[in-house]
C-alpha cells in the first residue's frame, strides 16, 4: 500500500532547485504560469484572467494536500524562493498504487534543464518515499518538450490522450 501522507509538507532539493509547499506570496508568478495562453493550449483549463483568483488555487491545492489528496510543489532555485513553476502528484489511486504527474514551467525559463531536476526528484520521492508501483503523464499529443521529458525519464508512451480537469 502506498505511503500517502504530506505531513509534514516533503520538501524536495535537487542540484540547483527546492521543491517547497506553495504560498500565498507564490501569486504573482503563479498568475504569470497560467495566464500563458501559448502553454494552456496544451492543457485543458481556461487561461487565468486575475491575480486573486490565484489565491483561491493556492488555498484548495494546500487543503487538498492537507487531505492527502496530492502533493504540489513550487518549484524555485535554491537561492531564490520565487516560483518558476509547478509539479504534483495527484489523480492518485491506493488501489492501484499509482499516480498522475504534472507539470508547469513559466517560459522563460524553459529550455534549461528545470523540469527534468524536478521531475527526477518528484518520480524518486513517488516510487521510494509513496511506495507507488506506476507514475502516469497525461500530454496534449502536440506537446512534443512534454513527450519527449517523459520519455526520457523512462515513460512509455501509448498514445493515448484523456481529457481531464487539471489542476
Known sequence: MPNINFTPFPNL??????????????E???FTLRADEEAAKFV????????????QFIDRINDGVAKNEWIF??????????????ICLWNM???????????????????KGIMQ???TAVIEYGFKQMGLKAI???????????IK???????????????NEGM
Not at 485543458?44 to 489565491?55: A, I, K
Not at 513550487?74 to 509547478?86: E, R
Open 73 to 86: 510543489w513550487a518549484i524555485t532555485f535554491k537561492n531564490d524562493p520565487k516560483l518558476i513553476g509547478t
Open 44 to 55: 485543458d483549463r481556461p487561461v487565468v484572467q486575475s491575480v486573486e483568483g490565484m489565491r
Open 93 to 111: 489511486s491506493v488501489e492501484d498504487e499509482k499516480a498522475e504527474i504534472g507539470y508547469e514551467l513559466i517560459r522563460v525559463y524553459q529550455g
Open 13 to 26: 532539493t535537487t542540484e540547483r532547485l527546492t521543491l517547497r509547499q506553495l504560498s500565498v506570496q507564490d
Open 149 to 163: 521529458l517523459l520519455e526520457r525519464n523512462k515513460f512509455i508512451r501509448d498514445n493515448t490522450f484523456a481529457k
Open 117 to 119: 531536476e524536478s521531475v
Open 136 to 146: 502516469e503523464g497525461v500530454v496534449h499529443p502536440d506537446n512534443v518538450k512534454s
Open 28 to 30: 504573482n508568478e503563479l
